[in-house]
């Protein structure tokens, strides 16, 4: 099993950006897909974005594509996002999430994160 640890969430202003990170432990880090959901009050559990586990591929969304990047660094067992052009709609709990193969799928992640708030006011 894989721990993940979010940081980075806060308050922000429209318009703003962000970055979140999520610590990795374990020896997998490296062959494991990585991405990122979020999940706003009332409403279910969404994907953002995921890579693979090279690096090499990415998905988003397409509410934030063009805005939002995802990359990580395999030596820091690292994942980030960085959130750019926010939006009061963007406002969510955040949640890091791994698989356990080196692409995205829609199967869901085994791993997750406890998540972190993004609050975006306009």
């Known amino acids: 099993q894989v721990q993940l640890v979010e940081s980075g969430g806060g308050l922000v202003q429209a318009g703003g950006s962000l970055r979140l990170s999520c610590a990795a432990s374990g020896r997998t880090f490296s062959t494991s897909a990585m991405g990122w959901f979020r999940q706003a009050p009332g409403k279910e559990r969404e994907f953002v974005a995921g890579i693979s586990a090279s690096g090499g591929k990415t998905l988003y969304a397409d509410s934030v594509k063009g805005r939002f990047t995802i990359s990580r660094d395999n030596a820091k067992k690292t994942v980030y996002l960085q959130m750019n052009s926010l939006k009061p709609e963007d406002t969510a709990v955040y949640y890091c999430?791994?698989?356990?193969?080196?692409?995205?799928?829609?199967?869901?992640?085994?791993?997750w994160g406890q998540g972190t708030q993004v609050t975006v006011s306009s």
């Open positions: 999430a791994g698989w356990t193969i080196p692409l995205v799928t829609t199967t869901p992640p085994r791993d």
